[in-house]
């Protein structure tokens, strides 16, 4: 479970305009060249530009390491990042806000949540709280000198917020080089990465094995490496269909035809912005049209109390009105 931290209202205002301020006045000190996922780029993308790095680069560092930082935001080190922050900062006006930020701590009066939040690792006075507009930015600005001297190093790490590619010429250098970054995290940053092996966390990718990164697979194809929609994609695009329109009336919300409708409609236009550039997504376009077909069937074999669902919503499901 992933707790979330969300201020009020006017605090999520002041900490956005604050996110804007900070990226136009520091942007040069903060853009690092493989990081993405905590400062806009501009129209670029973060996600796909990572991922199709990624395949760059593994054209000539074929083997990788696929591996996070374990309970980064948790883990942070408030007085390390404070340091950062007036480090960075020369507007000194902004300091204190971004400092109110960063000592956020979730309110919990019950005893039985508190129990909670510290089994979860969530504990008073340490860590940056997630769910807050600044909290990607201050995420970043802790990793920043990671980011440099890795660049420095010539290891090759392409990083999405706490997700890391570690890219390299073999499997002797891969494990060199993860090693060498757990080092640098647990030394300088306080922080530590899963165990090598760790299922579903940290493991290293043969030249022709894919792997995992960003919710697509990076595969070797012939001599380049691509981007292509993994298969559980395909497996959860139908349980999310049976899922949202295997709905017995008695759950019918007053506009559940017309929520319906409108999930139907925009399935495509939703996956195509995530997965619209793989290399099999032409497949993968065919499996979801298959799967708007089928979501119409279900919700019309759901339905018993029709008389209830505003006629128009019916013709766009195909089915004729009863009155």
Request: with cysteine; proline share 4%; net charge positive.
């Amino acid at each position: 479970m992933r707790w979330l931290c969300i201020p009020t209202t006017e605090d999520r205002l002041v900490q956005r305009v604050l996110v804007s301020t900070v990226v136009a006045l520091y942007r040069e000190k903060l853009l690092t060249k493989n990081s993405f996922g905590s400062i806009s780029r501009g129209d670029v993308e973060g996600e796909s530009t990572a991922t199709l790095l990624a395949c760059n680069l593994r054209k000539n560092r074929p083997w990788c390491v696929k591996a996070d930082i374990s309970k980064f935001f948790d883990t942070i080190q408030r007085p390390d990042l404070v340091k950062r922050v007036r480090r960075l900062i020369r507007h000194r006006s902004l300091i204190p806000l971004v400092e109110s930020a960063i000592a956020n701590e979730v309110e919990a009066s019950d005893p039985s949540l508190r129990k909670e939040l510290a089994d979860s690792g969530i504990l008073k006075g340490v860590g940056v709280r997630q769910g807050m507009p600044l909290s990607p930015l201050l995420a970043h600005l802790y990793l920043v000198d990671f980011d440099r001297w890795a660049e420095k190093e010539g290891i090759e790490v392409v990083r999405y917020v706490d997700d890391l590619l570690i890219l390299a010429a073999n499997r002797d250098q891969a494990l060199q080089h993860f090693s060498a970054v757990g080092k640098k995290l647990r030394d300088e940053l306080d922080l530590r990465m899963h165990a090598l092996g760790t299922p579903g966390k940290t493991f290293i990718a043969a030249p022709g094995q894919p792997v995992g990164f960003l919710g697509v697979e990076i595969y070797r194809a012939q001599s380049e490496y691509g981007r292509r929609i993994p298969g559980v994609a395909f497996t959860k695009l139908e349980e999310r269909v049976s899922a949202r329109l295997s709905v017995a009336p008695s759950d019918f919300e007053e506009n559940y035809a017309q929520k319906a409708v409108s999930f139907i409609r925009n399935l495509e236009g939703a996956y195509k912005s995530a997965y619209g550039k793989m290399n099999n997504w032409s497949h993968f376009e065919r499996h979801l049209r298959g799967q708007q077909i089928r979501g119409i069937k279900l919700f019309r074999k759901s339905i018993t109390s029709i008389g209830k669902i505003n006629n128009q919503v019916l013709c766009a499901f195909g089915v004729k009105s009863m009155t």
